[in-house]
Structure formats: C-alpha cells, structure tokens
C-alpha cells in the first residue's frame, strides 16, 4: 500500500483523493481523525498532517478546529 522508498505524505494524500472520488468519503462526511489515520497507515500524526494540508490546499477538505477534517462539498 504505502511504498517506503518513496516520500509518504503524498501517497497518503493520494488514497484520501481516490477515496473521496470513489465515494468512500462522501461530500460532507468527516474524515477519520489524523490518530486514526496515522495508526492506520502506520505513520506519525505529522506525516498525516501533510497529507492533510495537501487536500485542504486543493480544496478537497475542509478542516474545523476541534470538530475535524470533512470532504468539501
């Protein structure tokens, strides 16, 4: 799934994308929580962060502080 040869954060960022375009997440749901999301991939919370900024840059996510991220709609 995650290739460690290669920088982490944008393949993370690159399965959250794909699973908001098949649906997985959609429009206005929240997504899991960065601790879920790092013990899920095996990651530090940081490395989800990144990926994180990378959707909210995109404009994909929408992040509330204390309520968490959701899919933009």
Request: avoid cysteine; proline fraction near 5%; aromatic fraction near 6%.
């Amino acid at each position: 799934m995650i290739d460690r040869t290669q920088p982490v954060h944008p393949q993370i960022a690159t399965i959250l994308r794909q699973r908001i375009a098949d649906g997985t997440y959609p429009a206005g749901s929240r997504i899991p929580g960065v601790v879920a999301l790092s013990a899920e991939f095996d990651v530090a919370v940081s490395t989800v962060h990144r990926a994180m900024a990378a959707l909210r840059e995109e404009g994909l996510v929408i992040t509330w502080s204390g309520r968490g991220s959701f899919v933009a709609e």
